[in-house]
């Protein structure tokens, strides 16, 4: 798909983020789903990979969070791609775990889970799970799968090899999730290694829609008349109405600029920089149930952005405390060309959707290079 929301929560979104970051996935591509999940030939699967490459947060990859003192990533030679993986620690609970963010689930009726694995000092007894939960609080977890160096059939595992394993998770009637993995080794001595993961949300059957749904991307064209949308706001930053539609937060990345660099008139947003949110500006709420679609138009200007620069567009169904991203536009994707103006338009279901929040954040080295947003408009397709 994005995830980005990631999941394309993000995203998984968006929280799952499948591209980035707080709420964004690093190195996503899409991927088939592993074969040992059950045939989804009549759904529309998004698939999202994450082997744990790319940060230098030491708490942080991505959406993958340490629990404790018995978690940490590892570089060297227990990976099983590039140089990074999770390690988990027998030891108590929440502290000898790696777990996400929470990400949406919402518009899926499972998710699968794909990932490698590799023991190390396991003894026989010794074992992991993979564990979900719906609780914002983390104090709840339920099993997915529990993985024993021997299983019930007596099989045994070997320490030091890399083995795969899969769990899946039934999430009709779940807004959104968070997943762990968690080590039960009676000591510290007993470690798993885990690497290139790949969650896969099957989406609900929508096919009495007109529109292949996927609230995680940019939906394929569609025969949709330009007559059929509605705005629901624009905002060119212009005055007597200088921010528009948007949140006009005093933030240390964000100004609204004028000048030399708009698409329109004499004003843009100008963000700097990859401080979270102070790099990014979102909008006030905006309600979209009386609409199955909803079009996000804008136009984007960068300045000295290098290779691994980037920036977002997210959103939020949960008032700002979670995001998941509809769009990560990277230099690899031909998204970033310097020193001109690009429109982008993204349309996104909004099935089970009220009242969301949209925002664009910034993903740039320094605060030398800058991304200017101008002419944002948002249109929805009203339901039947």
Known sequence: PAPSSFPSVVTLSPSFDPTSQATILPSFHSTPAPSSFPSAANDTEETFFFNFEGFLDTNKKGIFNRGGIFSSWHTGKRSRSSVTSALIRGGKDMKSSIYTDFFDVSNYGSVNIGFWYEFDNFKLKDSFLVEYTAVEDLTSWSTAYVYKRRDENRNVRSNGLWYEGFAQINTTDMESISLRWRCAADVPKGMV????????????????????????????????????????????????????????????????????????????????????????????????????????????????????????????????????????????????????????????????????????????????????????????????
């Open 193 to 384: 290694y885990f690497d290139d993961v790949t969650i896969t949300g099957v989406l609900v059957d929508l096919s009495n829609h007109q529109t292949p749904p996927n609230s995680l991307a940019i939906l394929t064209a569609t025969t949709i008349q330009a007559t059929d949308w509605n705005v629901i706001f624009s905002s060119d930053f212009e005055s007597p109405h200088p921010w528009g539609y948007f949140q006009p937060e005093l933030k240390s990345n964000v100004v609204r600029q004028t000048g030399e660099f708009s698409h329109s008139g004499s004003a843009s947003l100008e963000l700097r920089g990859d401080s979270g949110d102070q790099s990014s500006v979102n909008t006030r709420s905006i309600d979209l149930s009386e609409y199955r679609l909803f079009r996000i138009k804008f136009w984007y200007y960068v300045i000295r952005f290098r290779q691994d620069d980037s920036f977002l567009l997210e959103i939020s169904q949960t008032d700002g405390r979670r995001w998941r991203s509809l769009k990560h536009y990277t230099k690899e994707e031909g998204d970033i060309l310097r020193n001109r103006w690009i429109e982008s338009v993204v349309e996104v279901n909004a099935e089970k959707m009220s009242n969301v929040l949209i925002r664009f954040r910034c993903r740039a080295k320094s605060d030398d290079e800058q991304l200017f947003i101008d002419d944002v408009q948002i249109l929805g397709l009203p339901s039947d």
